[in-house]
T-cell receptor, first 115, second 113 residues
Framework: EPEVTQTPSHQVTQMGQEVILRCVPI?????FYWYRQILGQKVEFLVSFYNNEISEKSEIFDDQFSVERPDGSNFTLKIRSTKLEDSAMYFCASRRDSSLNTEAFFGQGTRLTVV | AQKITQTQPGMFVQEKEAVTLDCTYDTSDPSYGLFWYKQPSSGEMIFLIY??????QNATEGRYSLNFQKARKSANLVISASQLGDSAMYFCASGFGNEKLTFGTGTRLTIIP
């Protein structure tokens, strides 16, 4: 069964460092997303991406964040200068299309710890 | 504002019993989809079931069913014959006519042997 793959599963970084979280969405999917979940809290939307550009972003997704689809398969989230409050689980998700009854498939997540 | 509310932070249920996890939503959009995801302790998000706003029948997927009451704006998840492996966080979510999902705060379900 096709799945969304995220690497690494866990990353520890020093405050102020840049991190890149990687995702390989399901191959025939067109819509890509990043969500984050601070420990013990709900899942929050960060950004959606379609046709090689951002289609929507939340207030959380400020200038420190960027996304890219550098080739036909990878979808990355970059945090330029990490802060302690960026520590969270980051989920990549993909959907085949944008119709209401299409579920989003989530990767297993990357747990980012900023120290 | 679009909002998903899950009022049960935690539930304890005896194995083999049925359990209902509550979810209410707030929207003025006529078209929307409602989703339930399971998050075990390992952290991944697993899709369980979907209900569309125009669906005439309640959705079912194996032991999972969705009690959809449109007038009450509720979409409760029912798990029949609960198993130890059902212990997890459960999130209700919706795509309110656009692409992103809005999640509730989740319910931690613990199945007692």
């Amino acid at each position: 069964e096709p799945e969304v793959t995220q690497t690494p599963s866990h990353q520890v970084t020093q405050m102020g460092q840049e991190v890149i979280l990687r995702c390989v969405p399901i191959s025939n999917h067109l819509y890509f997303y990043w969500y984050r979940q601070i420990l013990g809290q709900k899942v929050e939307f960060l950004v959606s991406f379609y046709n090689n550009e951002i289609s929507e972003k939340s207030e959380i997704f400020d200038d420190q964040f960027s996304v890219e689809r550098p080739d036909g398969s990878n979808f990355t989230l970059k945090i330029r200068s990490t802060k302690l409050e960026d520590s969270a689980m980051y989920f990549c998700a993909s959907r085949r299309d944008s119709s209401l009854n299409t579920e989003a498939f989530f990767g297993q997540g990357t747990r980012l710890t900023v120290v | 504002a679009q909002k998903i509310t899950q009022t049960q932070p935690g539930m304890f249920v005896q194995e083999k019993e049925a359990v209902t996890l509550d979810c209410t939503y707030d929207t003025s959009d006529p078209s929307y989809g409602l989703f339930w995801y399971k998050q075990p302790s390992s952290g991944e998000m697993i899709f369980l079931i979907y209900q569309g706003s125009y669906d005439q029948q309640n959705a079912t997927e194996g032991r999972y069913s969705l009690n959809f009451q449109k007038a009450r704006k509720s979409a409760n998840l029912v798990i029949s014959a609960s198993q130890l492996g059902d212990s997890a966080m459960y999130f209700c979510a919706s795509g309110f006519g656009n692409e992103k999902l809005t999640f509730g705060t989740g319910t931690r379900l613990t199945i007692i042997p």
